[in-house]
Structures are given as C-alpha cells and as structure tokens.
C-alpha cells in the first residue's frame, strides 16, 4: 500500500478502507509516514469529508494507537463526560461529584487550557497541593473509593491524536467533523467509560458557530461512539456567552463550590442536571429523568456532592478545608470594578473574547509552556439580556496590578454590546442527540 495512493484516492472522493485508514493511521504514528503527506491527506479529508464508516474506522485506529485503559474491575457504572471546550466551563467540577454521589463513577482524564479556553486540571490545581499525576493503580482506587478522579492525559492515551492534532493546528485543518469527531472520541474510547455524555457548545466562544454544524458533530460523535459498544448522549448548549458568571481558574472552582453549596447559577446548574440525568439513566442508576434529576438534586442539598469534592481534593493530595473555606483558594492582589457605560440592556458579549481577557491577565496560555496565574480572571455582574443604569456594576476584574486591571477594563468594555429593546435569547439548552 502506498500512502500516494490514499491520498488520490481522497482527492477525488473515493472511500478508504477499514485496512486503508488502519496502515495511515499506524504508519503515522511509527514515524514512517511523513508530515508532508499527512498533511496532504488531511486538507483532502476537509474538502472530502468521509463516510460515517471511514470516520469509524480512523475513530477506532486513532483509539488503538496507544494504551486502552480498562476499567471494568470499577463495573458496570464508569461514565466520562467532555465538552468541546468554551469559556467559564467549570461543569466538570460540579457534575463528577454530583453523579459520585448518586452511585455512579466518574474516571476522568482532562486537559489544560489553551488560548480562550481554560482546562479542567488548571482550575482543580487551584486546590494547595493538588495533583493529577498518578500511578494508573492510584487512579482506579480513586475512582473506586470516592466515585471520581481526574487524571492528565497519559502520554500513551491515543498518541496518533497529539500527533495528528498538532499537523491540523499548523495546516489550517482543524475544522473538519470527521477529524474532530475521531480526534475527541479516539481519546474518549481509549479511556474506557461504559457511557460517555458530550457538551458539544455552539456560538460565538466556540468551535462549531452555528447550531446546524454543533448538531452534525455531536450526532456524529454520538454514532461513532454507540458502533464501539458505548452509551452515547450529546448535549447541545449555548456558548454566546461565558457559561456562569465566573472567568479564571480559582474563581471558577469558587463557582463550582458555591453551586455545589445549594447556590443557583441558572445555567451552570442546569447543564449540570441536563448532563447528571443523561449519566444514571444511560448507566442505568436511574429508571428516568425525573429520577436522576431529583437524586441530582438531592446529592447538592444533603451536602453529599459538596463532600465528594473534599474527598477527591483529598485523595488527590489537595488540601479539602478549601473547599469548606475558599478564602484558602488563590486571591488575586487587586479588585477593580467595571461598570455599565451607558443606560440600556446587555444584547450580546463575545465570549471568546471574555475568555481572551482573562488569558492576558495571566490566567491562560498563549502556548502550552506559558506558566499561569490562577488567581486572576473576570468576575461577570450581568449577563445578556440584564437591564442595567450607567455606572451599574457589569463585572470585577481580578488582576495581579493595576497596570493590568486597567488594560483588562478596556478591554473587557470592548466586549458588550449595548442596545434599548431587550434582546431575544435562545434557549441554552439547544436540544439533545442520542
Ligand atoms: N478538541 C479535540 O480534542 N480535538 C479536536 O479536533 C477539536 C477539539
């Protein structure tokens, strides 16, 4: 087999055997296929796409390019949940010990932020003492013990993915369904849950702008996902605007105490619940949504979630009075309010750029070495659709000094939009595929 001849083949909308994708996939990742041709079948595969079974079979040949991990001495309730990435998305830290709370048994492997975005394992480093780096042995005893861990992604998880994404982010194709839907599922697979459950975002701070493309992918990811033998749902949500109030990593996790603490953040709260009942009824720990929403439910107002959040800060080496006390958490040195420029109701707020503030306060990175300071970010006062006085409070800026509180201020003022009429606001909950 000759990589040239994949290539053509792609070229001019042919369809890639199983054994095809196998040899492309395999000798890329031995080092025996150059970047250059890779390169080349990639952009076909963006003006080609590929059928629902090549995308299976690159999916399950990215999957098994590395370690498998096998979880099945934690049972029949392993789940794992991703999300396409968005701005103020601390979901996890609310979600995995909810569904811990209520039986389930949450395995997770997360990533770092980069650019707009900000990683799961960023945000629970804000925890003194904290770390994801463990034996596999101590990351199943956690998850059997305490019902949720959160690992980094070993080296050995799906290794023709970091190839292959880093050729995409250099070769302008990152923006194809069939190589997001194996590039996400190929990791998700080769972690092993029995059910996996999707927060594919639409809108302006994420990747899919529009509904129709969100949709495509997530029901494609969805397919991919339930040929592998797995529970499968995709949740569809809002990503306009930053997912609850809070931007940056210690104040995120603050969030995420304070819902886990009986506090509503309509939003953040709801996709919780949404993404909870899609978990027990799928990995049968619930017999509906009525069920699973009401055991969520339960899990915040008894405490029991709040203490699955000690007890895995604690498992994983984190002091847990943070979260009994998050005066403990990280603090940035200064506070500078923003306020509204003028009468009117917020219309819109580019989240994306919501997310880019908080990035050059320090909180995320423009590479993956930049080091960052998890103290700092953007606290929201409003969101869209909120009527506020000129001089009301829009948002509280946390810096490391003045000097960049004031840059931040400028900047976030760029942000909004003002206007008279209230706006029409979309249902956050777009849909779900399953
Ligand atoms: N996230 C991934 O892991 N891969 C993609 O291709 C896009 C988003």
């Known amino acids: 087999m000759l990589m040239v001849d994949l290539i053509e083949k792609k070229k001019t909308g042919g369809e890639l055997t199983k054994e095809e994708i196998d040899f492309l996939i395999g000798g ?6 150059p970047d250059y041709q890779m390169s080349a079948f990639l952009m076909a595969v963006l003006f080609r796409g590929m059928t629902p079974g090549e995308t299976t079979a690159l999916t399950m040949a990215m999957a098994h390019s590395g370690d498998m991990v096998d979880l099945s001495s934690l049972g029949e309730h392993t789940a794992d949940k991703h999300s396409t990435g968005g701005v103020g998305d601390k979901t996890s830290l609310v979600l995995c010990p909810m569904v811990a709370a209520c039986g389930g048994t949450m395995a997770k492997m997360s990533g770092r932020g980069l650019g707009h975005t900000g990683g799961t394992i960023d945000k629970l480093e804000s925890f003194p003492g904290f770390s994801t780096d463990m034996s596999p042995e101590r990351f199943l005893e956690i998850a059997r013990t305490v019902g949720f861990v959160i690992a980094g992604q070993s080296a050995d998880l799906a290794p023709a993915d970091k190839k292959l994404y880093a050729l995409r982010d250099v070769t302008a194709t990152v923006n194809s369904i069939p190589l997001i839907v194996s590039s996400i599922m190929s990791k998700k697979l080769a972690s092993g849950a029995r059910t996996i459950v999707l927060d594919v ?32 749902a995709a949740v569809v949500t809002d990503m306009d605007q930053p997912l609850g109030f809070a931007v940056g990593n210690a104040l995120e996790v603050r969030e995420a105490i304070a819902v886990l603490q009986g506090v509503d953040v309509p939003d953040l709260r709801e996709l919780c619940l949404v993404l909870g009942s899609q978990i027990l ?29 000690a007890e895995m800060v604690k498992a994983q080496g984190g002091d847990p009075s943070a979260v009994f006390d998050p005066t403990l958490l990280p603090a940035a040195a200064v506070r500078r309010t923003v306020r509204a420029p003028r009468d ?64 931040a201020e400028e900047e976030l003022l760029a942000c909004y939009t003002f206007g008279d009429a209230a706006p029409q606001l979309p249902p956050f909950i777009r849909g779900i595929v399953c």
């Open 28 to 33: 890329y990742t031995a080092g025996e296929i």
């Open 201 to 232: 975002k639409t809108g302006s701070g994420a990747f899919m702008k529009t509904e129709d493309d969100a949709r495509a992918l997530a029901r494609a990811m969805v397919d991919v996902g339930r040929q592998a033998g797995r529970n499968m």
């Open 281 to 309: 009824t799928r990995s049968g720990l619930a017999p509906n949504e009525d069920a699973a929403r009401e055991a969520l439910l339960r899990s915040i107002e008894s405490g029991a979630a709040l203490r699955k959040l």
């Open 344 to 407: 009117g109701y917020i219309t819109s707020m580019a989240a994306r750029d919501i997310g880019l503030v908080s990035m050059h306060l320090g909180g995320g990175r423009a590479t993956k070495e930049d080091k960052i300071d998890l103290s700092v970010g953007v606290l929201l006062a409003a969101k869209v659709g909120a009527y506020l006085r000129k001089g009301d409070p829009l948002a509280e800026i946390h810096a490391a000094d003045e000097a960049a509180a004031e840059r």
